[in-house]
């Protein structure tokens, strides 16, 4: 029986992204991490889940108003407990401040990761929202930017990212699972995590750490 996205998500939890990186390229998906320059604003949290998609671009002569009632659409209609991934399509302006920050935690929202930048930093390092972005800016949404689409198919770098994937990040990078696979994915990272225990044992007991790698497949 297959397991329910919520068991999916909370065994995902106890991975890390560079063994699921790992279970994705032995299935012969290489091109599932999203670029390096994407980083937490916190080290040292792992988030995951299932994912939902933004998208937006920037607007010649739109009004700060109808930009923001284009930005608190999606803070009102985003799905719960997901993982929201924003596909900003620019670099120059942040998608995440203080008070979204606060609106997200609120609706549970387990992480935001954007392709572009965030600002309000010290407050929402406090709000402990898990964010990771390009870069940082003053610089908001407000009579320069419009929310496109919600839920939809995006591209952050060579990877395609469709709402119901699943995703984990970490200090390592943040890793996209394609949803239907995400259950063979999560197994087979699980297994290669017992492995790997297994081969730290051999080696802090004093084997070789060929003959390690050639006993268990894996290093």
Known sequence: MSSTDEDLSKRLSLLHSSIVH???RMEGLSNQTLPHQIRPISSGKTISGKVWTLSGELQENISVHESLLSW??????VQ???VVVCQPNN???ALMGELSA???VKKNIKGYIVDGGCRDVKRIKTIGLPVYCRFYSPKDVAGKWKVMELGK?????EVLIVTGDYIIGDDDGIVIIPEGIAEK???KAENDMTSENKIRD???NGVDPQKAYLKYGKF
């Open 22 to 24: 790992d279970a994705l």
């Open 153 to 157: 198919k995006i591209n952050i770098g």
């Open 202 to 204: 051999a080696i802090l």
């Open 185 to 187: 994915i999560i197994i």
């Open 102 to 104: 606060e609106t997200l």
């Open 80 to 82: 719960p407990d997901t």
């Open 91 to 93: 670099q120059s302006i």
């Open 72 to 77: 608190t659409s999606f803070l009102s209609e």
